[in-house]
């Protein structure tokens, strides 16, 4: 069962359902979402039986298969993976039918085409897997670079009024990250020529390289650069507000909460493992970059009116806590920020989603033109607190697990730091509260008001008239049966993980430890 090409097959698919789609004569738009539903639920299916297939207590990568591509540079199509990227393919494999799903009866802007939408969705669900599966540097590469497309169109063809520029600016950012990233893939050729004979880009074979410290530090600024816009941390971080508010839901929820992700999974793949010293060098560096976008975006959040950009500046401050996990070089620590990122994934998605829901009913994305929306709405008022609770890390939901791990594992290491990232906590109880506070509860008010037509009332020898001042009313529907499908595995993983979530630190755990083991980390 490990021989089967799991990982292929995980990539292959939803290129080709891309592909099918697109194909689709214009107007089969219902043809398009039942195929693209079909396909990402497959692929789920896959992950799963991947999952099934792997042993925890077997090689550092497993479900491996390799493939001569170009020869010449030593450059293979080689796929494998860890607990690390293993759970990152379920988090892919949950959140793509349920984007799919809650773009159902979504209204794109023009005329633009649901089935091209459908099309992108499934493509960037391949590249999502592929980045996390490649296990030859250079493959890592282009699929990291063949992100940016998809993603570029989602939000340029089908966001919101400043489409174009959200689109440009995250295209620009990821692109020079990219840049930086190659010129230290080719020096990790260089190196691994010089030292071995002949240059490769195999993983394992460049982990068993002896990089010098100087050369060690550039190479790893070239990635981490890369890895730091991509996550982002502060200061690289100012294109996803745009990008998370003007891209439309189903495209922010696979943005903020798996395309970021790439970062962070980056400095555990390739930083920490193929240059250690330089890891260590530059690690004051990083944790103080990731406190202050723990506090610094939590402050930011405060502010915001648009929920959308409220939403991406949380996930901005949550990056800091999982930069933090990772760069306090313990198990404990690292294993919580793995974990984070795929909780964080979960938490931010439904909240997207929720507020994409609230958006659709109201259309405006101002949190002031909402107000009493629960009375009215108690299902999607529901979801939109268990969202909420889950993104500010209430024990009982996914997220607090995985922030305990991170803080009690990064403590005894980097005491200092730890503590000033435990007020970015407080903060996240004050903004996550605040917005469902003013939206959901108090007296009903904004766009959900509509004024009662005129109440005719009889008058003197029965004479009508009508009154003058007519009553105003909160209309808002509560969640439909497909969007409470939607919103239900999300709300159950958030529920399940935080009670029971061992099963995926059994995949995470022996993983961590051998990266923590290259570093020369404290295995806790």
Request: with cysteine; net charge negative; hydrophobic share 55%.
């Amino acid at each position: 069962m490990s021989d089967f090409p799991w990982l292929l097959l995980m990539i292959a698919l939803p290129a080709v359902g891309a592909a099918a789609v697109a194909a689709l004569p214009k107007g089969r738009d219902l043809l398009a979402k039942q195929v693209s539903l079909a396909v990402s639920l497959v692929v789920l299916l896959l992950a799963v039986l991947a999952t099934v297939a792997f042993d925890t207590g077997g090689d550092r990568f497993q479900l491996t298969s390799s493939w001569t591509w170009i020869e010449d540079f030593g450059v293979s199509f080689a796929l494998g993976v860890d607990g690390i990227a293993l759970v990152m393919l379920l988090l892919v494999g949950v959140l793509v039918p349920v984007v799919i799903a809650a773009s159902w009866d979504d209204e794109l802007p023009g005329a633009r085409s649901m089935k091209a939408y459908f099309a992108w969705l499934l493509l960037l669900e391949a590249m999502m897997v592929g980045v996390f599966a490649a296990t030859d540097v250079f493959l890592f590469y282009v699929f990291f670079e063949a992100m940016l497309v998809p993603m570029y169109f989602i939000i340029g063809s089908f966001g919101g009024p400043r489409r174009q520029y959200a689109a440009v600016k995250f295209f620009l950012y990821s692109l020079l990250g990219g840049l930086v990233m190659l010129a230290a893939v080719i020096g990790l050729y260089v190196v691994s020529n010089s030292q071995l004979g002949e240059g490769t880009f195999a993983f394992d074979a460049l982990r068993q390289l002896e990089i010098t410290p100087g050369v060690q530090k550039l190479l790893f600024l070239g990635f981490f650069i890369a890895f730091a816009i991509k996550a982002p941390l502060v200061p690289f971080h100012t294109w996803l507000p745009d990008s998370g508010s003007e891209a439309p839901i189903g495209g922010a929820v696979l943005l903020v909460g798996v395309l970021d992700k790439v970062g962070t999974f980056g400095f555990l793949r390739y930083c920490l493992p193929l240059f250690p010293d330089a890891s260590r060098f530059f690690a004051p560096f990083v944790l103080v970059l990731a406190v202050i976008g723990v506090l610094y975006a939590a402050l930011l959040a405060m502010g915001q009116s648009d929920m959308k950009r409220l939403v991406s500046y949380t996930s901005i401050s949550h990056f800091g806590f999982i930069a933090l996990g990772i760069f306090a070089f313990t198990t404990e620590a690292a294993t919580g920020a793995v974990l984070y990122m795929v909780n964080h994934g979960i938490a931010t998605g439904l909240l997207f989603l929720v507020v994409g829901m609230l958006i659709a009913r109201g259309g405006s994305r101002q949190i002031g033109d909402y107000g009493g929306v629960a009375a009215k709405a108690p299902l999607l008022a529901g979801a939109f607190l268990v969202a909420g609770l889950a993104s500010l890390a209430l024990p009982g939901t996914n997220s607090f697990v995985s922030e305990f791990l991170v803080l009690i594992g990064s403590f005894p290491e980097e005491p200092v730091f730890t503590i000033i990232a435990t007020a970015g906590i407080i903060l996240a109880a004050l903004y996550i509260l605040l917005m469902y506070q003013r939206t959901m509860h108090g007296p009903a008010r904004g766009v959900l008001l509509q004024e009662d037509p005129a109440v005719p009332a009889t008058g003197e020898g029965g004479a009508t008239a009508t009154l003058t001042a007519p009553t105003r009313t909160l209309r808002v529907a509560d969640l439909s049966r497909r969007e409470l499908g939607v919103v239900t595995p999300l709300v159950a993983l958030i529920i399940v993980l935080g009670v029971y979530p061992q099963p995926l630190l059994d995949l995470i755990e022996p993983a961590v430890s051998a990266t923590m083991s290259d570093l020369g980390g404290i295995d806790q």
